[in-house]
């Protein structure tokens, strides 16, 4: 099989698996289940993935691979926390427009198990470098006064908020506020970047201590 077909039976897969793990849960979801919505048979699914929990990590290293790069450009960039925010704000909604189940899957993941996200996640300590990088940037600018002193976890806590809900009550949101239409949701996401930049240099703004 040509390594460039191999790549795109894989992503089939590993999209199908999310649809299949956001509609029925990680423990529910079957491999027949994933093998269905795939399009291919279990012998063929078996081929690429063994069991849900390689799926289930693919998935995760496909999200990371996707975020945590462009992090480690960003926290190493020459650059002042307001642009280091505006790129860091843009890349998330980026990623999350381009993978609109991946909110979902991962609150869902939250409550039935954290820890076996977390555990995932850690299988690799490399993979979190980037973030704990960034997280040290903050807290120096903070310390240097150029950023308003604040527990992390209230920022990051504020930033996700601001990133993800609207994913999560993406159908009401439209329903009530934007006339059903799913172009006017496009065009709040096309306003969202900025909005959300908006809010969270004026929050880390030390003037307004």
Do not use: C, W
């Not at 790129?87 to 998330?92: M, T």
């Not at 997280?135 to 993800?164: A, Q, W, Y």
């Amino acid at each position: 099989m040509e390594q460039e077909e191999k790549k795109d039976v894989e992503s089939r897969i590993i999209e199908a698996a999310k649809q299949v793990f956001v509609r029925k849960g990680f423990e529910s979801a079957t491999m027949g289940d994933i093998a269905a919505e795939a399009g291919i048979g279990r012998t063929s699914l078996n081929y690429y993935f063994r069991n849900k929990e390689m799926l289930f990590e693919a998935i995760l290293g496909n999200l990371m691979g996707m975020i945590l790069p462009n992090i480690d450009q960003i926290a190493e960039a020459n650059s002042s926390y307001p642009e280091k925010v505006k790129k860091i704000v843009e890349l998330y909604l980026q990623m999350i427009r381009a993978n609109e189940l991946v909110p979902l899957f991962v609150v869902n993941e939250f409550q039935r198990d954290p820890q076996h996200l977390f555990r995932a996640v850690l299988k690799d300590p490399q993979r979190i470098q980037p973030i704990i990088k960034l997280r040290r940037f903050v807290e120096d600018e903070m310390e240097k006064g150029n950023v308003r002193k604040m527990p992390i976890v209230d920022l990051v806590s504020t930033f996700i908020s601001l990133v993800i809900f609207p994913f999560l009550i993406r159908r009401p949101l439209t329903d009530i506020f934007l006339e059903g239409k799913d172009s006017e949701f496009d065009a709040f996401l096309d306003r969202r970047a900025e909005f959300v930049y908006g809010i969270v240099v004026h929050l880390l703004n030390p003037e307004n201590e």
